[in-house]
DNA sequence: GTTCTAGAAC
DNA sequence: GTTCTAGAAC
C-alpha cells in the first residue's frame, strides 16, 4: 500500500511531523505520557487514542492510522496510544507512516512498568477510555504482556527510548515538550536496562524486575553510545523464547482456594491471600509467589492485585498471572517449579476445575505419588507431593513439586458447607494457605536455597519460631475450630486447631531423618519412639507416617494395611521388651481423642509405674474404654469402616483399679494400690489379646 | 502434651 | 498445715 508520493526529495527541512509509538500494557501510562507532552508543546501534537477514536469508542488500527495521516498532513506530530506491544501491532505504522510524505521520523516510547503497577491502576481507574476495569485488568494486562516483544531499531524505528521508572517517563515528558517545531532527535536507542540475568528471561517476566535497579539518569545520559551497533544488539538481546528459561527462582504457582466451586467469599479471601502471603515471604529468601487463574474475568485476581500494592509486598516475589496453571512454562513464559492444586478431600482427580487439569497433566505418576503421601486430606491442610522425572508435568513444565491443598467449603451443594460461618471458613482458609505455603518452603528448604529452619516446621503450624526447648511450642490456634455439624465422610472434626506443641509428633513421623537420636525404628510407614514422658515402665509410640491421618477418627478401610504394620511393629517391640522381662504385661491401643497430631499406637506396661503419670487423665485415658485396642480398631474398620471412639467426657470419670475395679479418692493412692493389687485383670482383656502377656508365665 | 499454682479438700 | 486437683498458661 502506497501513501502519496509527492515531494520525495524537494525541501526536506520542511516542516515535518513525528511519529512517536507509545508501547505499553494497559495502566503503563500512555494516555497520561501524552497528556504531559501535550500540556504545553513546543510543536503540534495529535493524540490517536485507539481506545476513543470512534466516536467516543474504542475503534481499530485502521482508523489510527487513517487519523494519523489526516493529523500528518496538517502539520502535526502524532503519538500513537494504543498497547503496540508486538511487532506485527507495529508495523503496519512504521512502514505505512514512516514512509509517507509528511514523517521525519518514527519513534517508539517504551513505558516497561511492572506489571502489577498497570494492573493495579488498570483497576483504579473506572473512567479508563479502554474500558478497561475492575476484574478483567489483571487478565488482559497479563495476556497482552505474553504477547510482548520489545521494540528494536531494525523495525524501522529511528529512536528507542526506554522507561522504567516515573523518573524515566519524566525525562522522555521533557523531550518531547522540548522538542521544536524544526527539531529531531538522536537516532538511536536509549535506556534499555541491562540484561543482567545470564538466563534471559522472556518479555512477562521483565515486568516483574525491580524497578530501581535502573538509575533514573541512565536514559539520557548515554545518548552517544546508544547509537553504536551495540546498542541494536543489546535490544535483541532482550528478545528471548520463553523456552530458554532457566530454572533459577524457586517459585509456587497457586489458584486461588475455595473461591471457585467452594463459593468462598472472594474478598474475605484476597484479604487472607494478602496477609499470609506477606507472613510467608520474608521466609521464602528470593522465591517467589504467582496466584494464577485462568479467567481472563478474574476477580479475585484484581482484588489481590489491588490489595497488596497497597500493602508494603515485594511485588516482584508475589505477583498475579493469567494462564493455565498447568502449562505456565510452555504457554505463559512463567517459570514455576512447584504449584499447587485445589484438590479435593480424596485427593482424587476429576470434579472439573484445577484439579482435574493438574491430575491430567501428571498422570499416574503424581495419582501414584499423591497415593503414597496421602489418601485423604481435611480443609486447612496440605500434602507435597514430588514429581518423578518420569512425570510429564515435571518434563515439560519443569514442576518438581504438586501441593495438594484443600480449602473450606461454602457450597451447600459439596460435602461438609460451613453455611457461610466465615469465622471458621476464614481460619480454615487462612490455615490453607499458610499449610501451602509452609509446604512450598519446605520444598525451598530441601534444595537448600535457604538455612533450614527449626525442625518443627510442620505444613499446618504457620512457623512457629520458639526455639527453647523445654518451653514447647507457643500456642498459634485455638482449639475451637473442632466439629462443624456436618455428618460428611471426612468426620466430625473437619479442622482441629492444633496448637503448635501438639505438632511434635507429626513433625517425627513426617522427618524421622531429622531426629535420628530419639527414633528406635523407623519404615516407609512408621516411626517408633519413646513415649517422651512414659506413663508405665515400658511406654513407646509407633507413629504412622502417612500425611492426613491425625487420629483414630481420620482411620478407614484404605489404612488397614498401615494399621496391621503398626500393630505387627508393636507387637515386636512387645516381644522385645519381655524378652528383657518376663513380667511385663502389655496393651497396645490408641487414644480415641489423640492430644497429639499424627496418628500414633501406644505400647505401654500395665504397671503403670512413672513419675509423669500425675492426673485423672492420664489415668482414664489408659484404662477406661478410651483407650481402644489395636487388635478392636483393627476389627471395626474392617468391618464397618471405621474405628469407634469413645468421648473425652469418660476422662473425667472415677479413679478405678485396672485390675480390681476399685474406686480410689486420689492418684497417690490409686498408684499405692494398683502396686500391689493382687487381681486378675478384667475378663474382656484377658479375651482376643487384648491383654498381651508372656506365653510362659500366667497372669 | 507439661508446668504452674490457687484454692479445695482433708 | 499439707496434699491434691483442676484450670490456666504455655
Given at each position: 500500500m502506497e501513501m502519496e508520493t509527492a515531494e520525495v526529495s524537494g525541501e526536506k527541512k520542511k516542516k515535518k511531523g513525528i511519529v512517536v509509538l507509545l508501547i505499553g500494557p494497559p495502566g503503563s501510562g500512555k494516555s497520561t505520557f501524552c497528556d504531559s507532552v501535550m500540556k504545553s508543546p513546543q510543536r503540534p501534537w495529535s493524540r490517536i487514542c485507539q481506545d476513543i477514536i470512534n466516536k467516543g469508542k474504542?475503534?481499530?488500527?485502521?482508523?489510527?492510522?487513517?487519523?494519523?495521516?489526516?493529523?500528518?498532513?496538517?502539520?502535526?506530530?502524532?503519538?500513537?496510544?494504543?498497547?503496540?506491544?508486538?511487532?506485527?501491532?507495529?508495523?503496519?505504522?512504521?512502514?505505512?507512516?514512516?514512509?509517507?510524505?509528511?514523517?521525519?521520523?518514527?519513534?517508539?516510547?517504551?513505558?516497561?512498568?511492572?506489571?502489577?503497577?498497570?494492573?493495579?491502576?488498570?483497576?483504579?481507574?473506572?473512567?479508563?477510555?479502554?474500558?478497561?476495569?475492575?476484574?478483567?485488568?489483571?487478565?488482559?494486562?497479563?495476556?497482552?504482556?505474553?504477547?510482548?516483544?520489545?521494540?528494536?531499531?531494525?523495525?524501522?524505528?529511528?529512536?528507542?527510548?526506554?522507561?522504567?521508572?516515573?523518573?524515566?517517563?519524566?525525562n522522555a515528558v521533557k523531550t518531547y515538550t522540548m522538542l521544536g517545531p524544526m527539531d529531531t532527535l538522536p537516532s538511536g536507542s536509549f535506556g534499555l536496562k541491562h540484561s543482567d540475568t545470564k538466563s534471559q528471561q522472556p518479555g512477562?517476566?521483565?515486568?516483574?524486575?525491580?524497578?530501581?535497579?535502573?538509575?533514573?539518569?541512565?536514559?539520557?545520559?548515554?545518548?552517544?553510545?546508544?547509537?553504536?551497533?551495540?546498542?541494536?544488539?543489546?535490544?535483541?538481546?532482550?528478545?528471548?523464547?520463553?523456552?530458554?528459561?532457566?530454572?533459577?527462582?524457586?517459585?509456587?504457582?497457586?489458584?486461588?482456594?475455595s473461591t471457585a466451586d467452594f463459593q468462598f467469599d472472594l474478598d474475605k479471601a484476597s484479604d487472607i491471600i494478602v496477609e499470609t502471603a506477606e507472613e510467608f515471604l520474608p521466609k521464602l529468601g528470593s522465591a517467589r509467589l504467582a496466584l494464577v487463574d485462568l479467567s481472563h474475568g478474574s476477580k479475585i485476581l484484581s482484588l489481590v492485585n489491588a490489595k497488596a500494592s497497597r500493602k508494603n509486598i515485594d511485588l516482584e516475589r508475589f505477583f498475579t498471572f493469567v494462564g493455565d496453571i498447568t502449562k505456565l512454562h510452555s504457554q505463559g513464559g512463567l517459570h514455576c517449579n512447584v504449584i499447587a492444586n485445589a484438590a479435593n478431600w480424596r485427593l482424587k482427580p476429576g470434579g472439573g476445575g484445577v484439579n482435574a487439569a493438574i491430575f491430567k497433566a501428571g498422570g499416574p505418576d503424581l495419582e501414584a505419588g499423591t497415593r503414597a503421601r496421602a489418601n485423604t486430606l481435611v480443609p486447612g491442610k496440605a500434602v507435597v507431593v514430588p514429581l518423578p522425572s518420569t512425570c510429564p508435568l515435571r518434563n515439560a513444565e519443569g514442576i518438581t513439586h504438586v501441593i495438594h491443598v484443600l480449602g473450606p467449603n461454602m457450597n451447600p451443594n459439596r460435602p461438609n458447607c460451613l453455611n457461610k460461618d466465615y469465622t471458621k471458613g476464614c481460619k480454615i482458609l487462612r490455615e490453607a494457605y499458610t499449610s501451602l505455603f509452609g509446604g512450598f518452603l519446605s520444598t525451598v528448604e530441601d534444595q537448600s536455597k535457604l538455612p533450614k529452619r527449626n525442625n518443627q516446621a510442620t505444613m499446618s503450624d504457620s512457623g512457629a519460631e520458639d526455639s527453647e526447648r523445654n518451653k514447647k511450642y507457643k500456642g498459634t490456634q485455638d482449639k475451637a475450630s473442632t466439629n462443624n455439624m456436618e455428618s460428611g465422610d471426612i468426620g466430625k472434626k473437619m479442622s482441629k486447631g492444633w496448637r503448635s506443641w501438639a505438632l511434635a509428633l507429626h513433625v517425627i513421623a513426617m522427618h524421622p531423618e531429622r531426629h535420628e537420636n530419639i527414633v528406635l525404628e523407623s519404615s516407609d510407614h512408621i516411626v517408633v519412639i519413646n513415649d517422651q514422658y512414659p506413663k508405665a515402665r515400658k511406654h513407646v509410640l509407633v507413629l504412622a507416617r502417612q500425611e492426613g491421618v491425625d487420629g483414630l477418627e481420620d482411620v478407614r478401610r484404605e489404612h488397614i494395611q498401615l494399621l496391621e504394620e503398626m500393630h505387627n511393629v508393636g507387637m515386636k517391640w512387645i516381644k522385645r521388651f519381655q524378652e528383657e522381662d518376663a513380667s511385663l504385661i502389655?496393651?497396645?491401643?490408641?487414644?480415641?481423642?489423640?492430644?497429639?497430631?499424627?496418628?500414633?499406637?501406644?505400647?505401654?506396661?500395665?504397671?503403670?509405674?512413672?513419675?509423669?503419670?500425675?492426673?485423672?487423665?492420664?489415668?482414664?485415658?489408659?484404662?477406661?474404654?478410651?483407650?481402644?485396642?489395636?487388635?478392636?480398631?483393627?476389627e471395626e474398620v474392617k468391618s464397618q469402616g471405621k474405628a469407634n471412639v469413645e468421648s473425652e467426657d469418660v476422662l473425667k470419670g472415677e479413679l478405678r483399679c485396672n485390675r480390681c475395679r476399685s474406686v480410689h479418692p486420689n492418684i497417690p493412692k490409686l498408684k499405692s494400690h494398683i502396686r500391689t493389687c493382687p487381681s486378675q485383670f478384667p475378663d474382656h482383656l484377658l479375651q482376643s489379646n487384648r491383654l498381651l502377656v508372656r506365653p510362659e508365665t500366667s497372669n
Open positions: 474504542a475503534g481499530n488500527k485502521a482508523q489510527c492510522l487513517k487519523m494519523a495521516i489526516e493529523s500528518l498532513k496538517e502539520g502535526k506530530s502524532v503519538f500513537i496510544d494504543r498497547c503496540n506491544l508486538d511487532r506485527d501491532q507495529r508495523s503496519d505504522f512504521i512502514n505505512l507512516l514512516g514512509g509517507g510524505p509528511h514523517v521525519d521520523q518514527v519513534h517508539a516510547v517504551v513505558l516497561e512498568i511492572p506489571a502489577q503497577v498497570c494492573i493495579s491502576r488498570s483497576v483504579k481507574r473506572t473512567g479508563h477510555e479502554g474500558n478497561l476495569q475492575g476484574g478483567r485488568a489483571a487478565a488482559v494486562v497479563n495476556k497482552m504482556l505474553q504477547s510482548k516483544e520489545l521494540p528494536t531499531l531494525n523495525e524501522g524505528f529511528s529512536r528507542i527510548m526506554f522507561c522504567y521508572s516515573d523518573a524515566d517517563v519524566d512477562i517476566m521483565k515486568f516483574f524486575k525491580k524497578v530501581s535497579a535502573l538509575p533514573a539518569s541512565s536514559s539520557s545520559s548515554n545518548e552517544k553510545a546508544a547509537t553504536t551497533p551495540e546498542a541494536n544488539e543489546k535490544i535483541e538481546d532482550v528478545r528471548v523464547s520463553p523456552a530458554k528459561l532457566g530454572s533459577v527462582v524457586p517459585t509456587l504457582a497457586f489458584p486461588s482456594i502389655f496393651r497396645l491401643g490408641y487414644h480415641s481423642v489423640p492430644s497429639m497430631r499424627q496418628l500414633h499406637l501406644h505400647v505401654i506396661s500395665q504397671d503403670f509405674e512413672s513419675d509423669h503419670l500425675k492426673n485423672k487423665k492420664h489415668w482414664n485415658s489408659f484404662t477406661t474404654s478410651f483407650f481402644r485396642d489395636s487388635v478392636d480398631v483393627l
